[in-house]
């Protein structure tokens, strides 16, 4: 193994152990990079612009009807829902967690706890995406070299 290549797979796997241990990702996402080969060697990247894609749209949305003057709780939660299950699938265990929490919140229709928890997962998801942009980079220079995660 290259110097290079040695240094990029260092650097993935300590930015990784960084999410994991701050309880942004989990072993799911470890899984998911498992199934990545020379057959399909996008397809971390694909799952992940994908996950990202959904989740924004959700979370737009989530935003739409919380500024709703009478919102349906039962909508939000369907969304949060469904939400929670493309995090907990991907591995992103802090949102998944979070929308655990959103649900409750839900079912008590506590507006304000919902818009402040919606914050915060806007802010983990932020957090995840801009970190595993870094990922993606990352890897990109990995498969440059000949090697598929």
Do not use: W
Request: hydrophobic fraction near 35%.
């Amino acid at each position: 193994m290259s110097a290079n290549l040695a240094q990029l797979e260092s650097s993935i796997q300590q930015l990784l152990g960084q999410l994991t241990q701050e309880g942004l990702l989990d072993d799911q996402f470890s899984q998911l990079r498992q199934l990545q080969d020379e057959s399909n060697p996008d397809f971390v990247q694909e799952v992940v612009e994908l996950y990202f894609e959904d989740s924004a749209s959700k979370l737009e949305k989530l935003n739409t009807k919380l500024q709703d003057v009478s919102p349906d709780y039962t909508a939000i939660d369907q969304l949060v829902h469904q939400f929670k299950g493309s995090s907990a699938s991907f591995g992103a265990q802090a949102i998944a967690q979070a929308c655990n929490r959103f649900r409750e919140l839900c079912q008590q229709e506590d507006r304000s706890s919902c818009q402040v928890l919606l914050q915060h997962v806007f802010t983990s998801f932020q957090a995840l995406k801009s970190r595993l942009d870094v990922f993606l980079q990352l890897e990109a220079q990995q498969k440059h070299l000949g090697v598929y995660s």
